[in-house]
């Protein structure tokens, strides 16, 4: 009667670690695709990023070459204004 009791028992533990290790293996599985669910999310992320990185880099182009027009025209400035200095200078020169 014991010896039956304790076969008994035996059977419902084994049967109880089986179902532990069925919800660990379903566990393990769900993980693995709630990692598979963020790769894909991740991987939409940086597809809807993407162009927008390229148009802040291209907008940053613009205004870097937006400077740069700037930067020549300050330059021809100060050349001319360089240009007329010496004109008065020669003039100065030429009459006195």
């Known amino acids: 009667m014991l010896l039956l009791l304790l076969l008994q028992l035996l059977q419902l533990l084994q049967q109880l670690l089986l179902l532990l290790l069925m919800l660990l293996l379903l566990m393990l599985l769900l993980l693995l695709l ?3 669910l963020l790769q894909q999310l991740l991987i939409l992320l940086l597809l809807l990023v993407l162009p927008l990185l390229l148009l802040l880099l291209l907008l940053l182009l613009l205004l870097l070459l937006q400077l740069i027009l700037l930067l020549q ?4 400035l100060l050349l001319l204004v360089m240009l007329v ?3 008065h200078c020669y003039c100065y020169y030429y009459y006195s």
Do not use: P
């Open 85 to 87: 200095l010496l004109l």
């Open 73 to 76: 025209q300050l330059v021809l």
């Open 34 to 36: 709630l990692l598979r």
